[in-house]
């Protein structure tokens, strides 16, 4: 049963007046580690439980009595969502993350400008989709949480956001603080004067709507200057989510450093067993065909100094590490890339990770390190992968005959072979096919006449074939020109699907949607999710 002041089923009114449509769904591309679990996950069985198998969900373990660091860690979360503006649905949820029954259901993701790419919102839906329907299984009570990765250094990904213009061609922002501030984590990052500047180019950029106002507005208060970088995410995050009582989580508080000590700790005293473990896990990965998707080195644990760099701590021959320096840095460390998820789960009550495919294949060759750190290892499932397209862009898939996946190639041979009239087509091809037999005759007879003159007809035939290429060219050119709003609905396709030539889910900033769609965005996310056709095992095209 959902907490009080949750989004009903449907996700919300609007939701349930327009539900989601899911067009279809599509396969991942073949040759990745991700695809080939989807597709048989029983034959990574020692590598990751089967999430997709009959009942997968009702196998998870009972609920886990929280000790004083889990309920430690869900006040503080409790008290993070209420003073960053959180609805009453997200602080229903983190109240009942101090529960003792409690499970979580966690995804995350690093902070990033103007609420990052739209997956991060599509995780976070995912994540809610996914903690209700273990909630319904169980009868546990089941808290969505997203872990805001506020450790993050890599600025370059995190200080740029995409959106559409009102031409529909990919505008690029990006932030450039006063500061550069090279090698500072993404905690440390406050939000200068700079920020205003962006605010000032949205109103131009953003097609106007009815939602623009309000929207433009959440945008300001969010992310205004002297908002560190992970609040500034968090608050949008939670105004895009509103009403589906997704819970955000700051880790970078000292409170939950200082709580998570005894994982750091035993990361370092045990950072060469745990190599030894990721090691073996990956040459099993690499015996089935598959790169790791980590180095071993990738478990460990970094100090972050007071300028900001951060430096890996390390261990001397007996495997200690330098006196006293854990005990000195206790609330600026932070977790590698193959230790965040121990971080994670040892603070929360963790039954399902959602990750998506590089997430998983870490979660792969990590397994073993659950046990080394006596932390339960949850069921890692997929986040759903979604291309949003409008009516108008149906057409040039389904009237036009556009593949969805020839529209990333970035640029217009699709369109060429179909623009070029049938008839020109299949009397190009006659020429061609008779110059072929025409040249073949000739070339034959004049070579028996002398062999030199054999490599002349061969020229010759090139060059009428290239003759009759450039007119056929010219052919598609003028069919093109005269069927130029084909053209341009095409492009305009191509650049809300394959942004830059990235898909859509990967650069657009979730403000492209909430504009043209409103403030229940999210909660039609999530009603298409609930869907029983959605599908986490391949691409969902959804119409709205």
């Given amino acids: 049963m959902s907490p009080a002041g949750t989004l009903d089923r449907s996700g919300s009114r609007a939701a349930a007046e327009a539900p989601a449509r899911l067009l279809r769904t ?19 069985s ?26 430690a860690a869900a006040a503080v979360i409790a008290t993070t969502n209420r003073s960053w503006g959180a609805d009453p649905a997200a602080l229903a949820s983190a109240e009942r993350l101090c529960g003792p029954q409690t499970l979580a259901v966690v995804t995350g993701q690093q902070p990033g400008l103007f609420g990052g790419p739209l997956y991060s919102l599509i995780k976070a839906m995912s994540t809610v989709a996914a903690a209700r329907e273990l909630e319904a299984q169980t009868g546990a009570p089941v808290v969505p949480v997203f872990w805001i990765e506020g450790d993050d250094h890599d600025f370059e990904e995190i200080r740029n956001a995409w959106l559409l213009d009102r031409a529909g061609s990919p505008h690029p922002l990006r932030y450039e603080p ?56 968090g608050r949008l995050l939670l105004h895009l989510s509103r009403g589906s009582g997704l819970v955000v989580m700051d880790p970078t508080r000292p409170e939950l450093k200082r709580l998570a000590f005894p994982v750091y700790e035993a990361a370092v005293r045990h950072e060469a067993a745990g190599r030894r473990r990721i090691t073996a896990r990956t040459r099993e990965i690499e015996a089935m ?56 789960d040892f603070l929360l009550p963790t039954a399902i990770y959602v990750g998506g495919p590089s997430e998983i294949a870490y979660h792969a060759q990590m397994g073993d390190l659950y046990g080394l750190h006596r932390i339960p290892r949850p069921l890692v499932i997929p986040r759903h992968q979604v291309a949003i ?37 299949e009397a190009f091809a006659r020429a061609n096919e008779v110059v072929d037999s025409s040249l073949e005759d000739v070339e034959r007879t004049a070579g028996a006449v002398d062999r030199s003159l054999t490599a002349a007809v061969r020229r010759a035939r090139g060059k009428v ?80």
């Fill in 465 to 544: 074939h290239a003759i009759l290429a450039d007119l056929e060219a010219k052919s598609v050119r003028a069919a093109k020109r005269r069927d130029d709003e084909r053209r341009q609905r095409f492009l305009r396709t191509r650049n809300a699907l394959f942004p830059g030539g990235a898909p859509q889910e990967r650069r657009l900033s979730p403000l492209v949607f909430a504009n043209r769609y409103g403030p229940h965005f999210g909660a039609w996310l999530l009603s298409a999710f609930e869907d029983p056709a959605a599908d986490r095992r391949a691409r969902n095209l959804l119409v709205r």
């Fill in 46 to 71: 020692e590598l990751l439980p089967d999430p997709f198998a009959a009942g997968a969900y009702a196998r998870i373990g009972g609920p886990r009595p929280p000790d004083a660091v889990r309920a």
């Fill in 178 to 233: 006063e500061d550069e501030h090279v090698g500072l984590p993404a905690c440390r990052r406050v939000l200068d004067d700079s920020i205003l500047d962006l605010h000032g180019q949205l109103p131009g950029i953003l097609p106007e709507t009815e939602y623009t106002e309000a929207l433009l507005l959440a945008v300001r208060d969010c992310y205004a200057p002297g908002r560190a970088l992970p609040e500034a995410f």
């Fill in 289 to 344: 065909g598959f790169q790791g998707q980590a180095a071993a080195e990738g478990y460990g644990v970094f100090c972050t100094g007071a300028t900001g760099a951060r430096e890996r701590v390390q261990t001397d021959s007996a495997g200690d590490p330098p006196e006293g320096v854990l005990d000195g840095c206790v609330e600026r460390l932070s977790a590698a890339v193959l230790l965040r998820p121990l971080v994670q």
């Fill in 389 to 425: 397209l409008t009516k108008s862009q149906l057409r040039v898939l389904d009237q036009d005959g556009i593949g969805f996946d020839e529209l990333s190639a970035g640029d217009e041979a699709a369109l060429n072979r179909r623009a070029a009239d049938p008839a020109a087509r």
């Fill in 26 to 44: 599509l396969p991942f591309r073949p040759g990745t580690f991700f695809d080939a679990w989807t597709r048989s996950p029983e034959r990574f």
